[in-house]
């Protein structure tokens, strides 16, 4: 009986899947198709560039004694790279190559002998004229779980990420989106689940990136047309780690393939983690797709830590930089910066810096200079009820006329400004602010952000409420 492409290839898979872990087998062998059987020639079909040079890049010495077995020592292996268009209308993979069956189906066939030619890995990490196939994790080993400190503020948060790292992919907290506001500790939180994972699972891909640069490795890849192949990179990915994922609001093309790079992972049992400064029903032009997968996992948030988290944070740093500090002057510093975890360390390094450069001895007054100095160049956050009380004030009424049920124009409008300021100088969600102004829900703090933009670009006389609201809030 004469062999077709079918059984030889069927024969490989077979040898090869007991000799290879199921996770790579499933990745990496599954997808391809036998297409035909030509002397001693078989090709085979396979979804990406990208795809063809990670198996020679890994997989070809099993390939080789696999193929040998069925069709001798002159056996060649042809690989027809063809993908189909499932994105829209965008093309996937763009080379003039004619149409191998329909408008969407493009396909190219490389002559292959079975030998390692060692291709450069696609790698958008990769420099340019350095080959590095091995894909580094981007983690910063300084952010790990021992210089997190657990605190009431951010337990919750903690206690998932731990469990996230002992078990990637494999507890109900995929994707894991942790969110709080600035300086709070999410990077450092992030690259600490990664540093765990890769301590405790060196076999796992383990990746660490900003949205900010995913977004530009992606407008990279439609430039040199290889959109395909950074999907493919991402999809290989065991554990990704998106740091400020809200910063895709507004960039479709860049939600789009995030989506697909998402589900692939999602359902292959691979781990998402991603950090925000927003809660998901918060977030502003992601598409409803995306922020739906958000919630899947766990949304887990950092607050502000509390006084007795800020003295153990002073503590620990002191410690780790060899200083020593009276416990008064920890408690001041404690007492007086609440801000945020980076604003506290900030300011224990520059009195440390001062005490060091001045020869002098760390005390309560320096201590104090430094605080009124730090505090003073500190942005001030101002309250919803401030807020309420000055546009209040501005349009003459009072803040329960503001907050009342009435649709009179003049008062729709100052509640609208008031809830746009409270979204722009405070960190509270949108679901807190329309609590606090009049019991209204997120939806209606979202409207009436919009409806602020639009009329201070249509409406010269709103304009310059915008313009006198913001210089009474800022003073």
Aim: glycine fraction near 4%; proline fraction near 3%.
């Amino acid at each position: 009986m004469s062999k077709t492409a079918e059984t030889v290839w069927n024969n490989c898979m077979t040898f090869i899947e007991d000799n290879i872990t199921s996770q790579a087998y499933k990745t990496w062998f599954e997808p391809i198709k036998a297409v035909k059987l030509t002397d001693n020639a078989l090709s085979i079909q396979v979804p990406s560039k990208f795809f063809y040079e990670w198996l020679e890049e890994h997989y070809v010495k099993i390939l080789k004694v696999a193929l040998t077995k069925e069709l001798g020592t002159s056996a060649k292996l042809v690989y027809i790279i063809k993908m189909e268009n499932t994105y829209g209308n965008k093309q996937p993979f763009t080379e003039k190559i004619p149409s191998a069956n329909r408008s969407n189906l493009r396909s190219q066939e490389v002559d292959v002998p079975l030998k390692n030619k060692s291709p450069e890995l696609k790698n958008p990490f990769v420099i340019p004229g350095i080959r590095n196939v091995k894909i580094e994790s981007q983690l910063n080993p300084n952010y790990n779980f021992e210089s997190f400190l657990e605190g009431e503020s951010n337990r919750l948060a903690r206690s998932a990420g731990l469990a996230v790292a002992n078990k990637p992919g494999g507890t109900s907290f995929n994707p894991l989106l942790i969110f709080g506001g600035v300086g709070l500790g999410k990077t450092h939180l992030g690259h600490a689940i990664g540093v765990d994972i890769k301590d405790k699972y060196p076999e796992k891909t383990v990746l660490y990136i900003s949205a900010e640069k995913f977004t530009q490795q992606y407008i990279e890849s439609v430039k040199k047309n290889n959109r395909n192949d950074f999907i493919h990179f991402y999809q290989i990915i065991d554990v990704l780690i998106v740091d400020d994922i809200q910063l895709l609001s507004g960039k479709a093309g860049t939600q789009d393939v995030f989506f697909h790079i998402f589900n692939h992972l999602h359902q292959n049992g691979k781990q998402v983690i991603l950090t925000s400064d927003k809660a998901p029903v918060d977030m502003i032009d992601i598409e409803q797709r995306l922020l739906s997968r958000f919630k899947w996992g766990l949304s887990a948030e950092l607050n502000h830590p509390d006084y007795d988290t800020r003295v153990a944070i002073i503590k620990n740093k002191l410690y780790r930089d060899g200083v020593e500090m009276p416990d008064d002057i920890v408690e001041f510093l404690a007492n007086n910066i609440k801000t945020n975890i980076r604003e506290l360390e900030g300011a224990i390094i520059s009195l440390i810096a001062h005490s060091s450069f001045n020869k002098k001895e760390i005390t309560i007054e320096l201590a104090r200079k430094i605080v009124d100095n730090y505090v003073k160049h500190t942005k001030r956050e101002v309250s919803i009820d401030y807020i309420q009380k000055v546009v209040s004030d501005y349009f003459q009424m009072d803040v329960d006329t503001l907050q009342s049920k009435t649709r009179k124009r003049h008062i729709v409008q100052a509640r609208q400004l008031a809830m746009f300021f409270a979204k722009k100088y405070t960190k509270a969600s949108l679901a807190s602010i329309g609590s606090q102004i009049g019991q209204r829900d997120h939806a209606t703090v979202l409207h009436a952000c919009k409806t602020v933009d639009n009329l201070s670009s249509t409406d010269k006389q709103f304009r310059k409420y915008v313009e006198d609201l913001s210089k009474k809030l800022t003073l």
